[in-house]
């Protein structure tokens, strides 16, 4: 096998886990947040969370093929390194971008449930009977 | 709290128009709009008009708790999903007295401003009225006539 298909395989055998190692602590940790967003409705938290997962490892996964192909065939190990270096380096600020906007997301759905549950902020100036209709 | 009532001036475009807006939010609280010329704001609160609905801008709730003003209009967005963090901002003691600053102004001067902003016409009142005070629509435009 020449050097640019041992590129590929490395690149692949670091991003995959990579990916699936974020994806990972997307789904166990932002379960809390969920949980909490939907009024401890775990079933409800517990769906939403698998979905938002699904997209993570489909744009992600998509991504690390899209980006799979490499012009220029590296030369010698030295090429080999950086080349892998410098691909999985890129796929790690996309990972990092898709978990901070992952966060965002939670963090609004959160602030959300949060809005719900406030009490109102100002307090009656009087009382009227209400008839009852 | 489950329920807010405002009471608004159906003689006058602006105030039409925020009800308008209004109703179309999505809402927490479900917000029902009662024109102040109707009998209907009379019958259902009774000694209603002791808080002179015709001033300011009326929020009642469905235990009868009163705000007037500046703080209707923080219960009105309050009630809104999409601005409730507005009201929360609003309520802060350093904004709360240019709210009700602004909300006394533009109560004061809702006429000159619905024909400055959209050209009311003396006629389109009644059509307003029409619109908003049904049924009867007699018992509606004599009452409160002083607006």
Redesign the interface.
């Known amino acids: 096998m020449t050097l640019i298909v041992w590129t590929y395989i490395v690149y692949i055998a670091l991003s995959v886990p990579l990916t699936v190692w974020v994806a990972h602590t997307l789904h166990q940790n932002g379960r809390v947040f969920l949980i909490d967003s939907f009024h401890h409705n775990e079933q409800l938290a517990d769906s939403v969370n698998h979905l938002l997962v699904v997209g993570f490892y489909l744009i992600n996964i998509g991504y690390v093929a899209l980006a799979l192909k490499e012009g220029i065939a590296p030369a010698d190990l030295r090429q080999v390194l950086e080349t892998i270096s410098r691909k999985i380096g890129v796929v790690m600020l996309v990972l990092g971008a898709m978990h901070f906007f992952n966060i965002f997301l939670f963090s609004r759905m959160r602030r959300r449930a949060l809005l719900q549950r406030v009490p109102p902020p100002v307090p009656p100036q009087a009382h009227v009977p209400v008839a009852t209709q | 709290?489950n329920h807010l009532y405002v009471l608004f001036d159906a003689q006058c475009e602006l105030c039409v128009r925020c009800r308008n807006w209004l109703a179309k939010q999505p809402t927490?609280v479900p917000l029902s709009f009662i024109a102040l010329q109707s009998t209907k704001a009379e019958?259902?609160?009774?000694?209603?008009d002791a808080?002179k609905p015709s001033e300011q801008l009326l929020v009642?709730?469905?235990?009868?708790?009163?705000?007037?003003g500046a703080?209707a209009w923080?219960?009105c967005l309050?009630a809104l999903?999409n601005y409730?963090?507005y009201?929360?901002r609003?309520?802060h003691p350093i904004l709360?007295p240019f709210a009700r600053i602004v909300c006394e102004l533009l109560s004061r001067n809702r006429f000159f401003l619905s024909r400055a902003l959209f050209k009311q016409e003396a006629q389109s009142v009644a059509r307003l009225l029409a619109a908003h005070c049904r049924p009867p629509q007699t018992l509606c435009s004599n009452s409160r006539a002083s607006v």
Request: hydrophobic share 45%.
């Open positions: 709290m927490f019958r259902r609160f009774p000694g209603i808080l009642i709730s469905n235990e009868g708790s009163v705000y007037r703080h923080i219960m309050w999903q409730r963090e009201a929360q609003l309520a709360l």
